[in-house]
């Protein structure tokens, strides 16, 4: 079982930055591929990035070269660092984990989820 608290959301203006973090429970961290999914209003909940046990990263098209996801396998803790921000990054922003492997992009590939951070990005 892990149990995954996400922190950092908030309001930022258009062109600015905002770093989430995830804190993860549990002794096998360092095993689990750790994902960043968001939810804007009326839409589905989508990938934004993974890191996994290698520490290999990935990122979708629309977030890529802005966003950068880092772990931290003693702290366990993973984090979002988001950089020119965009209207259409405001969502709810959770924090994921997986162990069904490296590289996986679907949500329901991930058992267990954060509650959730609200980022809003005004123009």
């Known amino acids: 079982q892990v149990e995954l608290v996400e922190s950092g959301g908030g309001l930022v203006q258009a062109g600015g930055s905002l770093r989430l973090s995830c804190t993860a429970s549990g002794h096998t961290f360092m095993t689990y591929t750790m994902g960043w999914f968001r939810q804007a209003p009326g839409k589905e909940r989508e990938f934004v990035a993974n890191?996994?046990?290698?520490?290999?990263?990935h990122y979708a098209d629309s977030v890529k070269g802005r966003f950068t996801i880092s772990r931290d396998n003693v702290k366990n803790t993973v984090s979002l660092q988001m950089n020119n921000m965009k209207p259409e990054d405001t969502a709810v922003y959770y924090c994921a984990a997986s162990n069904w492997g490296a590289d996986r992009r679907l949500p329901e590939q991930y058992p267990y989820w954060g509650q959730g951070t609200t980022v809003t990005v005004s123009s």
């Open positions: 890191s996994d046990r290698s520490d290999l990263t």
